[in-house]
């Protein structure tokens, strides 16, 4: 069925660093994909999108990588800061603009001073 | 901030009881998606509604129920309460079929039933 699952439940990370996070998605016919990043007693916030047909995306400090060969995700930060310290969500969007985002359980990032 | 906005923030309630959660979506935006959240767990999609209409529908009993208003505010429902249904409950808007795929979400409401 459809699923999207994170590689490593946490991350702890020196201040400085940059920082991976990975996301394995099972639907092979998903066609967009989104990272999230909640703070505690917060909602998800958007971070960063990537469509099926690209490879890669940038932002500000944030990289998305999407291999579709092996359904596998990634979300680089540069230069982690304290700030960066949250849980962070892959999503795949099913059923094209009008479905629903799958979310995995999530990625908490600790950033060490 | 997003721009969409939820009440109340917090809510107790007691097994059987119904309650009732609202959500504004963004300026512009005419889908509202409504997910659960349990501790420790990625959101889980509830339902969303497109111009008022119901449009799809996650693994939820009927006793989660929604509506959506011509301003494209919305509301939760949820009939005789369980423990199990103890989460934070997000809204997400987005401009659906006239705009992007982004789903920007809401702070949510902390649901504790007792």
């Known amino acids: 069925g459809e699923s999207v699952g994170l590689h490593l439940p946490t991350l702890s990370v020196q201040e400085g660093d940059n920082s991976i996070i990975n996301c394995a998605y099972s639907?092979?016919?998903?066609?967009?994909f989104i990272w999230y990043k909640q703070e505690s007693g917060k909602g998800p916030q958007f971070i960063i999108d990537?469509?099926?047909?690209?490879d890669k995306r940038q932002g500000q400090r944030v990289t998305v990588l999407l291999n579709k060969t092996v359904k596998h995700l990634s979300l680089q930060i540069a230069a982690t800061q304290p700030g960066d310290s949250a849980v962070y969500f892959c999503?795949?969007?099913?059923?094209?603009?009008?479905?629903?985002?799958?979310f995995g359980k999530g990625t908490k990032l600790s950033v060490k001073p | 901030e997003t721009g969409v906005t939820q009440s109340p923030t917090h809510l107790i309630k007691t097994r059987g009881q119904q309650v009732t959660l609202r959500c504004s979506s963004q300026?512009?935006?005419?889908?509202v998606s409504w997910y659960q959240q349990a501790l420790g767990q990625g959101p889980q999609f509830i339902f969303q509604?497109?111009?008022?209409?119901?449009?799809g529908r996650g693994n939820f009993p009927p006793r989660f129920s929604g509506l959506q208003f011509p301003n494209y505010s919305s509301e939760l429902n949820v009939n005789a309460l369980e423990l199990d249904d103890s989460a934070l409950y997000l809204c997400?808007?987005?401009?659906?079929?006239?705009?992007?795929?982004?789903?920007?979400f809401g702070p949510g409401t902390r649901l504790t039933v007792l």
């Open positions: 997400a808007s987005s401009a659906g079929l006239a705009g992007g795929l982004e789903q920007f």
């Open positions: 639907n092979s016919a998903s066609d967009y």
């Open positions: 990537i469509r099926s047909n690209m």
């Open positions: 999503a795949e969007l099913s059923g094209g603009s009008q479905g629903n985002l799958i």
């Open positions: 300026s512009g935006h005419n889908t």
């Open positions: 509604y497109y111009r008022e209409e119901e449009n």
